[in-house]
């Protein structure tokens, strides 16, 4: 509905934003491009609402802006040694708690039930924990 690109343009006075890592596709794919900043680049990590991006080249033209594609697949078979790296470097985080997960919920393994429904519902946006 264009909420958030117009929370985005309000929040950026206009200017749009340097870098957008859009993983749901569709709608809101068009909103991400739209907000992209001249020599932005958006990178596609997925489409999890089910559709497909459709990037609009004459809309990135006009602003000089990059769409990307990323598959985690490709480069973890491709440049596997990268993705060690960033791993141990995320791990150091985490353990130094300067990367801390955010959990919506916790649910025990007999409500396994009720937490694949909520991650059907898509309406969490954090981690949803099923405990032994």
Known sequence: ??????????????????????TVGGA??????????????????????????????????DRSAVCALFNLSVLMAERCWTVDTAWRRMTALFAQQRVVPRIARRFALAEAADAHRLLESRASVDKILLLP
């Open 1 to 22: 509905d264009g909420r958030l690109a117009a929370q985005v343009l309000a929040l950026t006075a206009g200017r749009g934003v340097d870098l957008v890592v859009e």
């Open 28 to 61: 809101l794919f068009a909103q991400a491009e739209a907000v992209l900043a001249p020599l932005g680049r958006i990178v596609v990590a997925g489409a999890a609402g089910g559709s497909l991006p459709r990037p609009d080249v004459a809309a990135l033209l």
